[in-house]
């Protein structure tokens, strides 16, 4: 086992006990790759908390985490679910594109797709459309 399987052990062992399917775990270049589908997003949760433990600031880039919550479908309502402050809501799917619209902790979004893994393109009450952190979604 690799000192980096060691170190988030505690992650891949979540992944399994969560029962997350067509897990893989696999270490390159010196970050650890672990993937696999889940079928409600609480599931997906339990791996992300798991890394919460050992990084609670989710800074590390030494791993890198890629479940996906599958047959969620467009139309969906889906409930942010940040710790406090309120959800960005960008223009393009990445954190340094620019925010134009924000989604209070608890509101309720629309799903419009499953952009990618990490980014789904979202509607929110007040009717502004675009990409927010896949993580801070809940089915």
């Known amino acids: 086992m690799s000192t980096l399987q060691e170190k988030y052990a505690t ?12 897990l893989q775990v696999q270490e390159q270049d010196g970050i650890l790759y672990v993937s696999g589908n889940a079928s409600t997003t609480a ?3 339990e791996v ?3 890394l919460g433990v050992i990084d609670p600031s989710y800074t590390a880039s030494d791993i890198n985490i890629d479940v996906q919550v599958s047959g969620l479908s467009a139309g969906v309502n889906l409930t942010v679910n940040t710790e406090e402050s309120n959800l960005n809501v960008r223009q ?3 954190t340094d594109a620019a925010i ?14 499953q952009s990618s893994d990490d980014w789904w393109k979202i509607r929110t009450s007040s009717g502004v459309e675009g990409y927010a952190y896949a ?4 089915a």
């Open 11 to 22: 992650v891949v062992s979540a992944a399994k006990s969560a029962g997350v399917t067509n």
């Open 43 to 45: 599931t997906k949760d």
């Open 135 to 138: 993580r801070y979604l809940k």
């Open 100 to 113: 134009i619209g924000k989604a209070a902790k608890g509101e309720l979004v629309t799903l419009v797709e």
């Open 48 to 50: 992300w908390n798991a």
């Open 92 to 94: 393009k799917p990445a």
